[in-house]
């Protein structure tokens, strides 16, 4: 049976084990929560990732865990999926947050179709999120600076509606989409949000942008992107820490190609491959 495992502060507890009571969910909201993937017992771009958790806790001025580097960070997720039994690839979701005595984490997974990134056929439908706008933040480039942004943007989109929307900085320019980052394609150039353009930018992206380099694309990072931008752009995709690069064939009522947004898609899904060979657990 695969599941049924949690791991908090490296030690394992059984999913319907309670930990928390209600009083800790203020807790869980001063600290941050991000997701990767991981593929026969290995994280994706481990490195990647870890560092950019070590810099989404300097970014709310919460230190890292006692004894907790790089290779625990690796060997734990190992543990876990080993322990669950998810022995091909997975989702695992990490929370660091403030407790008694230091920042606690706590570790949850779930099976995911195998693959290193794999190559989505078709493209989704997407819409721009008109009803909030992300404030300016010194953290704008990590999950908590737009958690309640995400939350209202899925609340309002209802059920069955299109609940993966590009949402829009305080200027009114297009930053980030529900729970990642996006890209463009114009002529031979791909063009992403730059780090001063408010918005959350995965791991995964800086990934996605030499992809689109090795296709060929000179790479442009914009820190106003206008909604015409993205209307008159050949492709559109948006970059998933976990799920990669999603091709996008719609946005309001616009449809787009996603011929180069495949290309550079395998390129993700090759980079992702090789870098098992030097992702071993430690």
Known sequence: MKGGFNLFNGKFFRENEPLFSGADLIRFNDGIRESFC?????????????????????????????????????????????KNHLYLAAKVTIYLFPGIAGTEYFMATEEIPAGFYPVKEGGILIDFYNDGAKGTSVYHAYEPSSRALWSMAVRASGPGSKTDLILFNNKGFACESTGGSFGYLADKTAVFPS???????????????K?????????????????????????????????????????????????????????????????QVFNEPI
């Open 211 to 275: 992809c689109a380099g090795d296709c060929g694309y000179t790479i442009i990072e914009k820190k106003e992107i206008k909604r015409d931008d993205l209307l008159n752009a050949d492709e559109l995709f948006l970059i998933d820490n976990c799920a990669g690069i999603r091709p996008v064939l719609g946005l309001y009522a616009r449809r787009y190609y996603t011929t180069g947004t495949n290309i550079i898609a395998v390129k993700l899904s090759e980079r992702a491959l090789r870098d």
């Open 38 to 82: 991981a593929e026969n017992n290995l994280v994706l771009f481990a490195r990647d990732n870890y560092n950019f958790l070590l810099e989404s806790l300097a970014a709310v001025e919460l230190p890292v865990p006692p004894e907790w580097n790089f290779p625990r960070f690796v060997n734990d997720v190992s543990r876990m999926l080993n």
């Open 195 to 209: 780090q001063d353009s408010q918005g959350y930018s995965p791991p995964v992206a800086n990934i996605v942008r």
